[in-house]
């Protein structure tokens, strides 16, 4: 029957155009097992800790503040370009768990957690974290950024693959970053600035901003997914 031949044509493209969907892009992924976001428009800055929670504390330095305060900052270098969302623009407590299901309410979006880091007086610089395939090409550039603005490295772990609750169970693309160490003199001299915490705040927009542009490309081979539970809270941090 000939006459069919252009409706079956037509019913067989608009099928597969349904089916096209951008890598790593406009759908939730469980386990983030494809590749990296791409063309992305919406990020969710989470600031670490909060409220009753003050995250490390040390030097005359709190966490929480110093974390709040580079969100703020993220937002500003963001903006307008990316809808940016705060997951607390206060000094208030969020379960891990509901950052999470926050996170998840925004499937074409991609997760920031900023943190700072307690440790060793000698160790400093910035550590990055990611455990989903998915992740990976962003967390690369968000370290790679940072070490670049960061002057004093030493025994920091750099970029790690590590299964935390906020790498590995929010169902879009999300690293936790640590932006230095609050234990090492030097560096803690220079996060207590604010021309300081702006570069950090630059250096994880550019990251965010190139992420978009160009997806994975550049970034080397994307590591393999590991198919792991969900973090829960008694599992060990590392
Ligand atoms: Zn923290």
Known sequence: MPH???WFALVLL?????????????????????????????????????GKDSGARARGLVEKQLALDVAKRLRSELWPGFKVVLMRESDRFVELD????????????????????????????PETYYWRSDSYALAKRVQRNLSAVAPYESGNAGLVRRRLRLTRNPSIPCILVECGYLTHA??????ATSSYREKLADAIAKA???????????????????????????????
């Open 14 to 50: 608009a099928l597969l155009a349904s089916c096209q969907s951008q890598p790593g892009n406009g759908k939730r992924s469980t386990y983030g097992d494809r590749p990296g976001p791409q063309g992305f428009k919406t990020v969710i800055v989470d600031a670490g800790h909060g």
């Open 186 to 191: 030097s560096e803690a001299r220079l996060v």
């Open 208 to 238: 965010i901003r190139d992420q978009s542009t160009y997806g994975d490309a550049g970034m080397g081979p994307i590591p393999r997914p590991i198919y792991a539970p969900p973090s829960r809270a008694g599992d060990a941090r590392g």
């Open 4 to 6: 069919l031949r252009p």
């Open 98 to 125: 509901s950052r999470v299901s926050i996170a998840n309410r925004y499937p074409d979006a991609i997760l920031v957690s900023i943190h700072f880091n307690y440790g060793s007086r000698r160790r400093a610089g």
